[in-house]
């Protein structure tokens, strides 16, 4: 890539992330972006580059007129080279994405970025995430906020924001009308943060989302967080996973839920608002015509919360996702969610994994699968299914035809589970995405699985890490690569596939072209066999299916010099590549192995 930039080429796209760089080869990289007029993206995260690539980079930017996004995330930049990106900024009028989380940026750095964005008026996406900005930063970036209107994500998750710095932050915030993203999460803002948010939403009509989880908002901040609900009219997401909300937070909230027509996505998982909380919930979504996606895992909420979110799945039409994980809902409420899946038209998207289903639970939903037509995602992981219930689970994805991706992992499913599913696999035409990470796969069931991907043609991912598959089970596995050509992604981690095993595979990926991703971690693979997959991985691509929505999605011109809103988030190269797409359905992809 770095020869390439040397040479002028018409690169777009600079992905150099974990290349190894450091201080010593940044400035190979820096001296080329300064003159390259092609170069709009470049992601340089994990590179240790420190004080002195920001440094160098921020240099790039005072030069560079192309340059749309830079990535300089988990670098150690930490505040000295936080103030020569910020010098940077205040000159620059064309980057529309900065990306600086994990950098160890404290109050000093940070504070000097969100003075350069009072200058610079064509940053909309900043992400200072996972660094060590304090209240200090969050009043400076309070006034920053004030006079700033082009910024639209913000994300300040993960830093030591306190009430201090959120309450400048919200009271800005109260006028300003162009961001539409704020993440707080995991900044300890308590109570009194969460307090003032909520007068902000009030008033605020441009936020769309905010996230707020791992605060330690209780019942006190949720109820104030309800009563913004109410009035407010244009967010969409409200994240308050992990803290400390019970039942009575969960019913103020679900009050709100009642009258407000913007939420679609709503997010309580670990909190405690157990059995009682979730009733609540529920009745909210029997009249609730907007809400799209509800996140409830790790809350308790047992048989009872279960039937009373099944109930309300029997009449509610808009929702979309639901997390009941975790939540020990056990084989009665697994009943209860089958009832509901046989009535219900609108859930795509069911995570359960972890509710002890055991045995009368999935063959509950094992039934309900037969008859629904709308449910694409299922997670039961960890419900110790047995063998014996995978068969009604194999059963249902026979006949079912709208079922896309099937997580089964940690479910004893072992050899005999895994021939039922491949020979539901052999007849099933939409299951895309298959899980039986650790379930105690051995030669028997690998052989099968081989057997069902010589004639299945829609599987795209298999995921077989930690379970038992030895060299047998791997040398078949190998002639299901040599031979699909629609598998895209394959995880065979932790299986001590062995040295003939592991080389039959190495050879199948020199034949195969539709597999781009392989994990082969923790299989003590012989040298030749490393050498083969870095060659093959190297030397050769993966011709990856351009799906056809997309293929039309580009000849209604999506690129900006095509007529389209720039800010649309298919991001096109050139015309060059939206004809390639038009005129071809494959694409080249790089190959990622892992071994």
Request: glycine share 6%; hydrophobic share 40%.
């Amino acid at each position: 890539m770095v020869a390439k930039l040397l040479a002028g080429a018409h690169c777009v796209e600079v992905p150099l992330s974990r290349c190894l760089i450091g201080k010593t080869g940044i400035a190979e990289v820096a001296a080329p972006l300064k003159e390259n007029t092609h170069v709009r993206h470049v992601d340089l995260s994990s590179n240790g580059l420190s004080e002195y690539g920001a440094t160098q980079m921020a240099e790039v930017l005072r030069l560079s007129k192309s340059l749309r996004s830079l990535s300089l995330d988990d670098n150690s930049i930490k505040s000295q080279g936080a103030e020569q990106v910020a010098m940077a900024l205040e000159v620059n009028s064309h980057l529309h994405t900065l990306q600086l989380s994990c950098n160890r940026i404290d109050d000093a750095g940070a504070k000097r970025l969100a003075q350069a964005l009072r200058k610079n008026n064509a940053v909309h996406t900043l992400l200072l995430d996972r660094n060590n900005a304090g209240d200090d930063f969050g009043v400076e970036m309070g006034q920053t906020i004030s006079v700033n209107n082009t910024l639209r994500v913000l994300d300040l998750s993960e830093n030591e924001i306190k009430a201090t710095g959120v309450v400048a932050l919200a009271r800005a915030m109260s006028s300003n009308s162009s961001i539409t993203t704020l993440r707080l999460s995991r900044n300890s803002i308590g109570n009194e943060g969460a307090t003032q948010v909520s007068r902000m939403l009030q008033v605020n009509k441009t936020l769309r989302h905010c996230a707020m989880s791992w605060n330690t908002i209780s019942d006190e901040g949720a109820h104030e967080l309800a009563s913004a609900l109410s009035a407010n009219a244009s967010l969409e997401l409200l994240d308050l996973a992990d803290n400390r909300v019970s039942s009575v937070g969960a019913t103020a909230l679900a009050q709100a839920l009642r009258a407000n027509c913007s939420v679609r996505s709503l997010c309580l998982s670990g909190n405690g608002i157990a059995g009682p909380g979730a009733q609540e919930v529920a009745a909210a979504l029997q009249v609730n015509t907007t809400l799209e996606e509800l996140q409830l895992a790790w809350n308790c909420i047992v048989e009872h919360g279960a039937k009373a979110l099944a109930d309300a799945l029997c009449v509610n039409s808009t929702l979309t996702v639901l997390d009941m994980s975790a939540n020990g809902i056990g084989k009665e409420g697994a009943s209860h969610v089958a009832r509901a899946l046989e009535q219900n038209t609108s859930l795509r998207h069911l995570s359960l994994h972890g509710n002890v289903l055991k045995d009368d639970g999935p063959r509950h939903i094992a039934k309900a699968l037969q008859t629904n037509r709308v449910l694409e995602y299922l997670d039961i992981d960890g419900n110790e299914i047995g063998p014996a219930n995978v068969k009604d689970l194999a059963d249902a994805v026979r006949v079912n035809n709208c079922l896309q991706t099937l997580k089964l992992a940690r479910n004893k499913v072992n050899d005999v589970g895994a021939w039922e599913l491949a020979e539901a696999l052999k007849v099933n035409r939409t299951l895309t995405v298959l899980d039986l990470t650790r379930n105690s796969v051995e030669e028997a069931g690998a052989t099968e699985l081989n057997e069902a991907l010589q004639v299945n043609n829609t599987l795209r991912e298999l995921h077989l890490s930690y379970n038992r598959i030895k060299g047998t089970g791997a040398i078949a596995l190998a002639g299901a690569i040599r031979d699909n050509t629609t598998l895209h992604t394959l995880h065979l981690a932790d299986n001590d596939i062995g040295d003939q095993g592991s080389l039959k595979i190495a050879e199948a990926l020199q034949v195969n072209t539709s597999i781009h991703t392989v994990s082969l971690l923790g299989n003590n693979l012989p040298k030749q066999v490393e050498d083969l997959l870095a060659a093959t991985m190297s030397g050769t691509s993966a011709y990856v299916t351009v799906p056809s929505e997309f293929q039309e999605a580009l000849c209604m011109g999506l690129h900006p010099r095509l007529g389209a809103d720039p800010d649309c988030w298919v991001r096109i190269l050139d015309e060059s590549l939206v004809m390639m797409v038009i005129e071809c359905s494959t694409v080249a992809g790089k190959r990622r192995f892992e071994f």
